[in-house]
């Protein structure tokens, strides 16, 4: 089962764009992912989750 957590309604989600983030062995994937967003000014709006990936 899929789960989408938005974490703020206002942002209007047509043209955005999505980044992913897929979990590994270590952080290194989550602090890519964290400053590639603050690179470019992105601002994080919603979580996918899935029984078949590991948060």
């Known amino acids: ?6 974490t703020d309604e206002s942002v209007d ?5 999505l980044v992913e983030e897929l979990p590994g062995v270590r952080l ?7 400053h590639f967003i603050e690179r470019l ?3 994080q ?3 996918i ?3 078949g ?3």
């Open 28 to 34: 290194v994937e989550k602090i890519a992912t964290d």
């Open 13 to 17: 989600s047509s043209g955005t764009t």
């Open 41 to 43: 000014e992105m601002s």
């Open 1 to 6: 089962m899929v789960e989408i957590r938005t």
């Open 49 to 51: 989750r899935s029984g």
């Open 45 to 47: 709006f919603a979580e």
């Open 53 to 55: 990936i590991r948060p």
